[in-house]
């Protein structure tokens, strides 16, 4: 097919630019559309060195442009010039097997500097990306990245990790530590507790958290007479927010190196609306505890 038509070959740049300028027969643009979309196919099936990128601009200017020019003959008063079909063409087939319609939409004004060609390409984009992820549900950049090992996070994927919060895992806090109480109180208290941190609160609501490693520390060490607030670090606290995502939740346990957090209101720090711990981040991920943590009762 080089030898007969040698315009197929290449990136074809060039004859891209004679139908954007108008100048290239309507026959020579449906048979290039047609030879190179075979020599494409079957220049990535064989594995051979090829391209997706310059192609679908190729076969998106031709396929644009013949429509165009058939436009043009049938209805010469009331459509754009075939070099305008063909942009068009271009960034739809971009949009269509690339799957980036506003990646499209962007290369395409960059390359014209004109507002015009705009709402129609976002219209022909959408419409090109809803009937390639009809038929082939894989972006073909994220099918040849999983044949060579690489596995990239799906739309699908993000969406669902992004709906994951708080709410969805914390229970209501059954096991709250009032700051007056010694730490000998407490731990009597919490000796049974599944949990290893409790929030600690005073009339006005919460205060703070204290975990079970710092109890024992202040118990063996002579402290056991002292009362929690004053083991309580000034300032902020470990503490989540309900509308938090889960990622967040785990990142927070991880850098106080504890298990469990308040959840608590964004209008009041200091209101407690519940507790999250890592049972329960692990139940909503389907490899936790039946029961998990929000059955343990004070």
């Given at each position: 097919?080089?030898?007969?038509?040698?315009?197929?070959?290449?990136?074809?740049?060039?004859?891209?630019?004679?139908?954007?300028?108008?100048?290239?027969?309507?026959?020579?643009?449906?048979?290039?559309?047609?030879?190179?979309?075979?020599?494409?196919?079957?220049?990535?099936?064989?594995?051979?060195?090829?391209?997706?990128?310059?192609?679908?601009?190729?076969?998106?200017?031709?396929?644009?442009?013949?429509?165009?020019?058939?436009?043009?003959?049938?209805?010469?008063?009331?459509?754009?010039?075939?070099?305008?079909?063909?942009?068009?063409?271009?960034?739809?087939?971009f949009a269509g097997v690339v799957r980036a319609p506003m990646t499209s939409v962007l290369m395409i004004f960059e390359t014209t500097r004109d507002y015009a060609v705009i709402v129609p390409l976002?219209?022909?984009?959408?419409?090109?990306?809803?009937?390639?992820?009809?038929?082939?549900?894989?972006?073909?950049?994220?099918?040849?990245?999983?044949?060579?090992?690489?596995?990239?996070?799906?739309?699908?994927?993000?969406?669902?990790?992004?709906?994951?919060?708080?709410?969805q895992a914390m229970h209501p806090a059954t096991e709250i530590l009032s700051q007056e109480r010694t730490v000998n109180e407490a731990l009597e208290k919490v000796k049974a507790s599944a949990f290893?941190?409790?929030?600690?609160?005073?009339?006005?609501?919460?205060?703070?958290?204290?975990?079970?490693?710092?109890?024992?520390?202040?118990?063996?060490?002579?402290?056991?007479?002292?009362?929690?607030?004053?083991?309580?670090?000034?300032?902020?606290?470990?503490?989540?927010?309900?509308?938090?995502?889960?990622?967040?939740?785990?990142?927070?346990?991880?850098?106080?190196?504890?298990?469990?957090?308040?959840?608590?209101?964004?209008?009041?720090?200091?209101?407690?609306?519940?507790?999250?711990?890592?049972?329960?981040?692990?139940?909503?991920?389907?490899?936790?505890?039946?029961?998990?943590?929000?059955?343990?009762?004070?």
């Amino acid at each position: 097919m080089g030898w007969f038509v040698p315009q197929i070959m290449g990136v074809g740049y060039k004859y891209v630019g004679d139908v954007l300028n108008g100048n290239m027969a309507l026959k020579l643009m449906l048979l290039l559309l047609v030879l190179k979309l075979v020599v494409v196919a079957t220049s990535y099936a064989s594995g051979n060195a090829g391209g997706i990128f310059g192609p679908s601009l190729f076969l998106g200017a031709m396929l644009g442009g013949a429509i165009g020019s058939i436009a043009q003959h049938f209805l010469p008063g009331l459509v754009a010039s075939p070099g305008a079909y063909a942009l068009v063409g271009m960034g739809t087939a971009f949009a269509g097997v690339v799957r980036a319609p506003m990646t499209s939409v962007l290369m395409i004004f960059e390359t014209t500097r004109d507002y015009a060609v705009i709402v129609p390409l976002m219209i022909s984009n959408l419409i090109s990306y809803f009937i390639a992820s009809k038929f082939q549900k894989k972006a073909i950049y994220e099918v040849l990245a999983e044949q060579d090992g690489v596995h990239l996070p799906t739309a699908e994927t993000r969406i669902q990790e992004g709906q994951r919060q708080v709410y969805q895992a914390m229970h209501p806090a059954t096991e709250i530590l009032s700051q007056e109480r010694t730490v000998n109180e407490a731990l009597e208290k919490v000796k049974a507790s599944a949990f290893h941190a409790w929030p600690v609160n005073d009339d006005s609501g919460l205060v703070g958290l204290i975990t079970r490693e710092k109890l024992l520390q202040t118990a063996s060490s002579g402290g056991g007479d002292r009362r929690l607030v004053e083991l309580l670090p000034p300032g902020s606290f470990p503490h989540v927010h309900a509308d938090h995502s889960l990622t967040a939740a785990l990142d927070r346990m991880g850098a106080a190196q504890i298990d469990l957090l308040p959840v608590v209101s964004r209008a009041d720090l200091r209101k407690l609306e519940g507790v999250i711990t890592l049972q329960d981040v692990l139940r909503v991920y389907g490899i936790g505890e039946k029961n998990g943590g929000g059955s343990a009762s004070g």
